[in-house]
């Protein structure tokens, strides 16, 4: 079974700071993990994806996330955080071999001036 | 704009009614998915379609079903509506079978009163 869990439901930094969202997940096959972005009264955004390739993924916005098997995580950062970062982030998590989709409850970001 | 067209935009309906929710996928796109998104419950995958043949199913309600039509696009039929159905319904779409980028609409927000 699959899961993920996404540490903090809201996260307050200053612009400029660093942005470090959590995210780890539970699968009994390699997982293929995903990060996407919601502004309000939009859709989903994907941000980057793993997919077994390099563990150190590059997304848009200059977002990025690394895959440490170890520690089962797939954390979002940026270096410095932009007052249009303000927004929710999901982590997803489809097990290779299957079709679903699972998706965390969310982390909404709020970028302080 | 992700290429994903979804009507009606909002939806307001009271109690017992039935509706239908439409989804058009990206040019293209042969898979379907479809999300339910609430405050309590998070994102929820409901079920997917690929090339008219339904793949997987999640947490669907049986008043819930949907269809992928020869044209690709999708319908989502919610039936005896309850309170609790009050939410945003999402459709995304991906290319094929091994495709791991999913492509967001902008949404249903359907209100049961």
């Known amino acids: 079974a699959q899961s993920v869990t996404q540490l903090g439901s809201h996260v307050s930094v200053s612009e400029g700071a660093l942005v470090l969202l959590r995210c780890n997940y539970s699968?009994?096959?390699?997982?293929?993990l995903f990060w996407y972005v919601q502004y309000p009264n939009q859709g989903l955004q994907l941000l980057l994806k793993?997919?077994?390739?390099?563990?150190l993924v590059k997304g848009i916005n200059g977002f990025e996330a690394e895959f440490k098997k170890s520690e089962t995580s797939f954390h979002l950062t940026k270096p410095s955080a932009h007052m249009s970062d303000a927004a929710e982030y999901f982590c997803a998590v489809r097990a290779s071999g299957t079709y679903k989709y699972i998706f965390g409850t969310g982390t909404r970001l709020k970028v302080l001036a | 704009d992700s290429g994903v067209t979804q009507t009606p935009k909002h939806l307001i309906t009271a109690t017992g009614q039935r509706v239908t929710l439409r989804c058009s996928p990206r040019s293209g796109d042969l898979s379907v998915y479809w999300y339910q998104q609430s405050l309590d419950q998070g994102l929820q995958f409901l079920i997917q379609?690929?090339?008219?043949?339904?793949?997987a199913k999640g947490n669907i309600l049986e008043r819930f079903s949907a269809q992928q039509f020869p044209d690709l696009h999708s319908e989502l039929n919610l039936s005896s509506l309850e309170l609790g159905d009050s939410a945003l319904y999402f459709c995304?779409?991906?290319?094929?079978?091994?495709?791991?980028?999913?492509?967001f609409g902008p949404g249903t927000r359907l209100t049961v009163t």
């Open positions: 995304a779409s991906t290319r094929g079978r091994e495709a791991y980028e999913q492509y």
């Open positions: 379609y690929y090339n008219g043949e339904e793949r």
């Open positions: 699968s009994s096959v390699p997982p293929y």
């Open positions: 793993y997919t077994s390739a390099a563990t």
